[in-house]
T-cell receptor, first 112, second 115 residues
Framework: NAGVTQTPKFRVLKTGQSMTLLCAQD?????MYWYRQDPGMGLRLIHY???????AKGEVPDGYNVSRLKKQNFLLGLESAAPSQTSVYFC???????????FGPGTRLLVL | AQSVTQLGSHVSVSEGALVLLRCNYS??????LFWYVQYPNQGLQLLLK??????LVKGINGFEAEFKKSETSFHLTKPSAHMSDAAEYFC?????????????FGAGTRLAVHP
């Protein structure tokens, strides 16, 4: 099993550009999550999904959109990138709500 | 609101010395508590978790943590540090928020191990 994979690994954007980060899991997990990691702030939840076709806002959702059209995929979109969105983005998944979350390797995003 | 505080953003120990990484939490309900480790340029890997069973939880790589309800603490320890333990460690609490249980992370503690 590959576990949780993320595409791309690294990306540079100019302010105002858009992009989509892809997360895929092969563990048949119901729950999926997007976090951002910034120095000294730990990980903060952006959006999450409790099943195919569902999405919900986390702690810092502004400027991001998500979609969960297939159970195994969770997409994070930036419609108009801003320098404040420079960060490392992690996707995670879990089988159920209270169970261990498994993390992907991360996507490093730089917005100029 | 639920929160996690990790005391010390950087900890440095000698190889073979005791590792102690501190974590205090606030939660209005009995918590699920986790320690994750992040090696450079990698994702987070679960070290151990507490889910209201034994208060002393053993994890991978020789780490363990003790849940102390009276102190609202979940400190991570390892008797003898190894060079390969150098990484960033995150404590997290799973707590209800907005109708769901969410994982709330501390700011992290970077562990350095020197010869």
């Amino acid at each position: 099993n590959a576990g949780v994979t993320q595409t791309p690994k690294f990306r540079v954007l100019k302010t105002g550009q858009s992009m989509t980060l892809l997360c895929a899991q092969d563990m048949n997990h119901e729950y999926m999550y997007w976090y951002r990691q910034d120095p000294g702030m730990g990980l903060r939840l952006i959006h999450y999904s409790v099943g195919e076709g569902t999405t919900a806002k986390g702690e810092v959702p502004d400027g991001y959109n998500v979609s969960r059209l297939k159970k195994q995929n969770f997409l994070l979109g930036l419609e108009s990138a801003a320098p404040s969105q420079t960060s490392v983005y992690f996707c995670a998944s879990s089988y159920r709500e209270l169970q261990t979350q498994y993390f992907g390797p991360g996507t490093r995003l730089l917005v100029l | 609101a639920q929160s996690v505080t990790q005391l010390g953003s950087h900890v440095s120990v000698s190889e073979g010395a005791l590792v102690l990484l501190r974590c205090n939490y606030s939660s209005s309900v009995p918590p699920y508590l986790f320690w994750y480790v992040q090696y450079p340029n990698q994702g987070l890997q679960l070290l151990l978790k507490y889910t209201s069973a034994a208060t002393l939880v053993k994890g991978i790589n020789g780490f363990e943590a003790e849940f102390k309800k009276s102190e609202t603490s979940f400190h991570l320890t390892k008797p003898s540090a190894h060079m390969s333990d150098a990484a960033e460690y995150f404590c997290a609490v799973m707590a209800p928020s907005g109708g769901y249980n969410k994982l709330i992370f501390g700011a992290g503690t970077r562990l350095a191990v020197h010869p």
